[in-house]
C-alpha cells in the first residue's frame, strides 16, 4: 500500500529503534565470529608428542585440523579475500537494487557459510567457507551503516551510529573469549 504521499509506508513492526537494535545484534554476532577465528593465533596450539610417546591434542581450530602457522594465517585472509571482493560489489548492487534485501541475501550466505565452516573436514573445506563468510558479511558491512544513517533520528545519528559500531570492538572481545573456550 502506498500512501497518498507516494511514499511507500514501512511495515507496522519496523520502528528505526527496532532496525538500529537489529543491526547491532547482528554486527556483534559477525565480530564475534571474526573474533573466535582470530584468537585461533593466542588461544591454538598444534598437538605435540614428548620423545617418550606422550602425545597431548592440540587446542581450537589449530589443534582440530592439524593447522600450521601458515594455514592459521589463511584463514583469515580468505575472510579478507571474500570481504574485499564483494564489498564493492554489494555497494553498487545497492544502487539498481533495494539495499534491505541485499542485506538479506548476504547475510543468508554469510548464515550458510557460517555453518558450512561448522562442519568443515580439511583445511580447504574450511578456507572456502571462510571465504564465503566474509562475501556474506560484504552486504551487511557495506549497507548498514548508511540505512542507519538514513532511518535515524537527526539529532541521534552520531549516537546510533557510534552504538551500532561499538559493537566492533564488543563483538571481538566476546569472541576472543569464546574461540578460547
Known amino acids: 500500500m502506498v500512501p497518498k504521499s ?51 591434542a592440540g587446542s581450537g581450530i589449530q589443534g582440530d585440523f592439524n593447522l600450521n602457522n601458515f594455514q592459521d594465517g589463511v584463514l583469515s585472509s580468505a575472510f579478507m579475500v571474500g570481504l574485499l571482493i564483494a564489498s564493492p560489489i554489494f ?29 568443515s573436514f580439511d583445511f580447504w573445506s574450511i578456507a572456502i567457507c571462510r571465504m564465503l563468510v566474509g562475501v556474506g558479511e560484504a552486504s551487511f558491512i557495506s549497507l548498514a551503516a548508511p540505512f542507519i544513517d538514513d532511518n535515524a533520528p537527526v539529532a541521534q545519528k552520531t549516537a546510533w551510529l557510534a552504538t551500532f559500531y561499538m559493537c566492533i570492538p564488543a563483538g571481538t572481545a566476546l569472541g576472543y573469549v569464546y574461540g578460547g573456550l
Open 6 to 56: 507516494g511514499q511507500p509506508s514501512n511495515p507496522s513492526w519496523f520502528t528505526p529503534k527496532r532496525l538500529l537494535i537489529i543491526f547491532c545484534v547482528i554486527n556483534l554476532i559477525n565480530y564475534v565470529d571474526r573474533g573466535a577465528i582470530a584468537s585461533n593465533g593466542v588461544n591454538g596450539t598444534l598437538a605435540t608428542c614428548t620423545d617418550s610417546g606422550v602425545c597431548t
Open 91 to 119: 555497494a553498487s548492487l545497492a544502487k539498481s537494487h533495494n539495499p534491505f534485501r541485499l542485506i538479506g541475501v548476504g547475510l543468508s550466505v554469510w548464515t550458510l557459510a557460517v555453518a558450512g565452516c561448522g562442519s
